[in-house]
């Protein structure tokens, strides 16, 4: 990519694209000066002189009138009111999501192999990849081309990083993971260590099920900080292409999560579940019941919702209650202890009024 | 143990155990051929050949006609319908996991202290203990025989970690932490920061209380990846022996697990809070309310269930709402905001109807 | 501070003050003998000879006549019943806080930069600063004088960590980090990783935005262990002065949290949340809706509350249910889906009978 190799040799300087490149690499049409020079984006609201904005959703169309950006990415019905250069393509939030990452900046890191980075020699290291200080790999790991692991981190054995993965400082690798191209795992975030699987004896002591598969995860994901993701007990835990999962999420052991779903923050999938594809969990949301949880495609679940049996057909689905101020809540609270004897209740109503 | 020994020895060949050894390791009875080769666990719905499965219940019973492993372990009762070689056990699943252990494969670590590991003097390691690189071990520290601190793992002061701990990569722990013989604590756990203790002044500034105590760890415990569990204020924070603590559970200060509790993933108990032995927290369990909380023994508390005040009777508990679709769901949390208001319009109505 | 100093010439005998000294420094006055020496705090039902308590809630007062404590911190109206020294304040809690840090014990960590740390050249660390093993800076990042750098930490590119900042071990930064004064961050906590966002194409495949912000994070601001918080997207994320957050708290891109608020553990708040002044979260609260929520000054919002819109009043709020025995709760939770339904039947019956 142009703009990332110019990082190299401009230093400090802003990298600057003119608005006719930004529009042949987004495939959109310039309204306004093609050759005016954009330094990076900025928020409708608040970009100033040489910043590329959007108007993507319809809440934000009276701040197109005051923006104070060079340009604005929009659709062509908002095109009357823009007060600068457009931009203007069928998706904005989409051009404008490639757009910014041409100033997408990932931390330095030499080429080759740190001096004091720990590499079994069983592993197998492409002269390509770049291995931060204090790194350790473990034996039978393979790291492909363009794969950049940051400081401190820990790979254990028999895992493969494939083309241009970057696993972030001090994140941990167990046994046997697989990390499809250019997936990002972030800093501290666990992949691989055991499932929690336990069988009590007659008096009630807990034996551990070893778990011995590994964890599969796709390419182009994306892993948040401090996520952790289990290893499954027999087969690989899988986490499928384009998935993307923010921090703090718990994947319990044997779950896949299907293609381009999104996992927001916090998130807790109990073992064995399955997540669909095109799917999205808000933040906070727990899925876990008696059995095994399957989410079907096309399901969005809203934030904070305990998802309690398996969902099969597509849609929203939302749970819990709303926040109320103390005094309220706690009279609604203790009344929700005693709903099934109000319905039985106005049942009997009903009965003597008929 | 024969079978990790093996391991060293055979290198890449998998282990391999008689089916008769395997009744004899666990107390059960074969019937079938005690001689067949066992290589590893299976599901029973999974397996091949050379692989020994399981059927702990009821509703896996019909998995049981078609199964491809060589082995089943199973109850008495359920020795009829198998098709292939069987153990028998009073409880197959307790068998199951003791055998799957067998094959349990935690990453190589050599003998010694690594040479890039910082020891400090004061500490004192055991000459069967294994350090792993970049480790840091603290002043006044005592490592026994058997012990494996894998890659970039920190010990403060004044730890102590008995015989075969296990503490794996980039997992912390600061001073004053004591764990048990055997218990393994898993990557980017944290264990003793400080207790999250404040007091305001007149102003509203917050002047943090020192939290002076540490971290008493049983024997057999396990704490799974990203979980923290804070030193005490002045005493020390308690997990006894043989609890398993899943991933990224929160254990405030001055907490006490009884012995034989399963914590399972996301769980947060506020400070002080003490559970009783043989629980069970399920997924996202919140404990915490107006004052510290005690779980009496053998309580059950089901997922994402919000626990607001003390447990004095075993039992199963729960709470929360069940998931629905959004638009059904908005309407019924909009009236739980009004269910007292519904509480006094039904008992209005029984006084008219009366 | 004077007792700190005391912790390098007396070794491992504990550190003592007279009650004397102690009023001093917390501005009350001793009612007894002030020359009686006081080597550490402890619990009022705890205490022993040579330890100080304190009674600042009306629950414990039963526990102040038989306490074995040397001192107790109490206000005038207990002094009465007090059977030993007392140490006599308008605050006691807040002085108890402010007598306890006298034995505050942080890890020792030696003077200047650990022979093992990564400093890049382009690095600025004072001669003052502590900066320990296998620590790993970026350039153009800056470090004051009494600033601890734990080992294996990881600090990224451009950061600045004013006076007396403590990072502990395994903790993580990102790139544009800024920590002020005193501030603490606890273990493996992550600041400045890449917030969540994302712009799907036509066929739901996401393309993530470009994350360009930093962290601002103000003076004496405590972050627990395992909490993330994440970059802006073109600003900075924002923690205002004297704000304390608890262990495993998520904070999404271009959150503000204003100063002294109180963030408990499991917090997760969504991207651009904003949190008033001298608020208090408590434990797994989760704030997000439809769109970006704010929160007055002075809210306190009790534990596991779903915070699903802007809060414009200060005052407590609370959500969620109650736990109850299995049965009872899953009758009501069943119900609680045809809550809307047995509002209008109600209505029914109203207008029947009026």
Redesign the interface.
């Known amino acids: 990519m142009r703009g990332r190799e110019g990082v190299d040799s401009r230093q400090n300087r802003p990298r600057a694209f003119s608005l006719g490149e930004l529009a042949e690499r987004v495939g959109g049409e310039v309204v306004g000066d093609p050759a005016i020079e954009i330094e990076?984006?900025?928020?409708l609201a608040?970009a100033r002189a040489g910043q590329i904005s959007h108007l993507?959703h319809a809440?934000y169309r009276d701040k197109l009138a005051t923006t104070g950006a060079s340009a604005v990415i929009l659709r062509p019905d908002d095109l009357a009111g823009c007060p600068t250069n457009a931009l203007v393509v069928a998706?904005p939030?989409?051009a404008?999501?490639?757009v910014?990452?041409?100033?997408?900046?990932p931390?330095?890191l030499n080429r080759g192999i740190?001096p004091?980075a720990?590499v079994h020699p069983g592993a197998s290291i492409h002269q390509a990849a770049r291995i931060?200080?204090?790194v350790?790999v473990?034996?039978d790991t393979e790291v492909a081309p363009g794969v950049r692991v940051?400081?401190?981190a820990?790979i254990?054995?028999r895992c493969r990083l494939d083309e241009d993965v970057r696993l972030?400082?001090?994140a941990?690798l167990?046994?046997d993971v697989k990390l499809g191209a250019r997936t990002v795992v972030?800093?501290?975030?666990?992949i691989g260590?055991?499932g929690?699987?336990?069988?009590?004896?007659?008096n009630?002591?807990?034996?551990?099920?070893?778990q011995?598969g590994g964890v599969t995860v796709g390419r182009d994901v994306?892993i948040?900080?401090?996520?952790?993701i289990?290893r499954g007990a027999?087969?690989d835990t899988v986490i499928e292409d384009?998935v993307?999962i923010?921090?703090?999420v718990?994947i319990?052991h044997n779950c896949r999560v299907g293609a381009?779903s999104?996992i927001?923050?916090?998130v807790?999938l109990?073992g064995s579940t399955t997540v669909g594809?095109?799917c999205v969990l808000?933040?906070?949301v727990?899925v876990?019941?008696d059995?095994p949880i399957d989410i079907c495609d096309h399901v969005t679940?809203?934030?904070?919702?305990?998802?309690?049996?398996s969902?099969t057909e597509p849609?929203?689905?939302?749970?819990?209650?709303?926040?109320?101020?103390?005094r309220?809540?706690?009279?609604?609270?203790?009344?929700?202890?005693?709903?099934?004897e109000?319905?039985k209740?106005?049942t009997r109503?009903?009965r003597?009024?008929r």
């Open positions: 990076g984006p900025g928020s608040g993507s809440a998706n939030y989409h404008f999501a490639r910014s990452q041409l100033w997408d900046d931390p330095p740190h004091s720990d931060g200080p204090n350790v473990g034996p940051y400081a401190n820990v254990g054995p972030m400082a001090n941990t167990y046994a972030h800093s501290n975030s666990v260590s055991d929690f699987g336990y069988a009590p004896d007659a009630g002591r807990l034996e551990a099920i070893a011995l994306s948040g900080s401090g996520t952790t289990d027999i087969d384009g993307k923010d921090n703090q718990q319990g381009h999104l927001c923050g916090c807790g109990v594809r095109h808000a933040g906070m727990g876990g019941g059995r679940v809203s934030g904070v919702t305990h998802v309690a049996g969902i849609g929203t689905y939302a749970g819990g209650t709303i926040h109320d101020r103390m309220p809540w706690k009279r609604n609270a203790l009344r929700f202890q005693r709903l099934d109000l319905f209740r106005v109503l009903e003597k009024i």
